[in-house]
């Protein structure tokens, strides 16, 4: 019998797979498609739903809700297909209005932060827990500014606090409003850190999340930390949009 010669072009190779993972971002085309950003523990998943909003998909796909998935991808098109969806957990706590903000912050910076492909298990528990503790915390705020900062350090994104961002002289401890680095007394027009903000600022790489926990900051030392992590994130990594609607103390930054 001879051979049936396929051409290669003509060959249509698809696969399927279950993923599970939490809704990162959402975002619905005028088409009536729904796009999802995932974070799983294999990494970031960009997921389209096909006409997903008049269908049962498009609650099951809602922001922040842990899900499982069947994906399918064809090779050359980069956006996978979500056929099916199903639930494995949401969070209610999140929809309380003093809540909400904050895992809308945390997920706008997970998702700037991890790019699709890179394989993290940890920045997707780390996401998972903050999420959780924005959700059902006494302080959600504090569980945010920790786990915000958790993950940058995760991410590689490590402010310097041995050397002045511009002369490198030792143990700075002034807030540098571009950088979101530290400055010494001479090269800084601000006055410098309480005590509480340089510590956390020294630390927080090294300290575990269950520490950092333990040591909450007050109203104005938070403020001083939003600052520096607002400042230092726009410089090092990009924008998060969030940051501007969601904190007021950040409201002119
Ligand atoms: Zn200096």
């Not at 903000?101 to 996401?127: I, K, M």
Request: charged share 20%; proline share 8%.
């Amino acid at each position: 019998m001879p051979a049936v010669r396929v051409p290669v072009g003509a060959r249509v190779r698809s696969r399927t797979a279950n993923r599970s993972g939490i809704v990162l971002r959402r975002h619905v085309t005028p088409a009536g498609d729904i796009i999802v950003t995932l974070l799983t523990p294999q990494g970031k998943l960009k997921l389209i739903a096909r006409g997903g909003v008049r269908g049962p998909l498009s609650s099951v796909l809602s922001l922040f809700h842990h899900v499982l998935v069947q994906v399918y991808q064809t090779p050359g098109n980069d956006l996978a297909t979500a056929k099916q969806a199903s639930l494995e957990g949401a969070l209610a706590g999140l929809a309380v209005p003093e809540r909400y903000p904050y895992a809308h912050l945390l997920s706008e910076l997970a998702d700037l932060l991890f790019q699709e492909g890179e394989f993290s298990e940890v920045a997707f528990d780390l996401y998972a827990g903050g999420l959780r503790g924005v959700s059902r915390h006494e302080d959600p705020e504090w569980v945010c500014l920790v786990m915000s900062y958790k993950l940058l350090a995760l991410a590689g994104f490590v402010p310097q606090t041995a050397a002045c961002a511009v002369c490198a002289a030792p143990h700075p401890e002034h807030p540098d409003p571009n950088s979101g680095q530290l400055l010494c007394r001479p090269c800084a027009g601000l006055p410098a850190f309480g005590e509480d903000v340089l510590g956390f600022l020294r630390h927080f790489p090294r300290h575990s999340v269950r520490t950092l926990m333990e040591e909450p900051l007050g109203a104005a030392g938070r403020a001083e930390l939003w600052r520096a992590l607002e400042r230092f994130v726009a410089v090092q990594v990009g924008r998060v949009q969030s940051w501007r609607v969601n904190l007021p103390q950040l409201a002119g930054a």
